[in-house]
């Protein structure tokens, strides 16, 4: 069961999107990228911050349908907004 929670070796991690959207980011911020650089990087930016979030939905899934009562025993339970 653990195998078909693993990610594809292609798929970059929660934590290599961040990293992307921050070069992103900092490239967008120079006033030496051209239009269509800028677009280009803006159209990848969004694509990244849509993985990112999906995979954001999915850990608050699992965290809401696994939580631990004291007693050992897992239970749903929502996370407070």
Do not use: C, H, Y
């Not at 990610?7 to 990293?19: C, I």
């Not at 899934?61 to 007693?71: H, I, K, N």
């Amino acid at each position: 069961m653990a195998e078909s929670r693993k990610k594809k070796p292609d798929t970059p991690s929660f934590e290599d999107n961040l990293k992307r959207l921050e070069e992103i980011v900092e490239r967008l911020e120079l006033e030496s990228v051209d239009l269509d650089e800028s677009l280009r990087l803006f159209e990848e930016g969004i694509a990244v911050l849509r993985d990112a979030s999906s995979a954001l939905t999915v850990a608050e899934t699992r965290v809401r349908q696994l939580v631990e009562t004291a007693d050992g025993t897992l239970e749903l339970r929502e996370l407070d907004a």
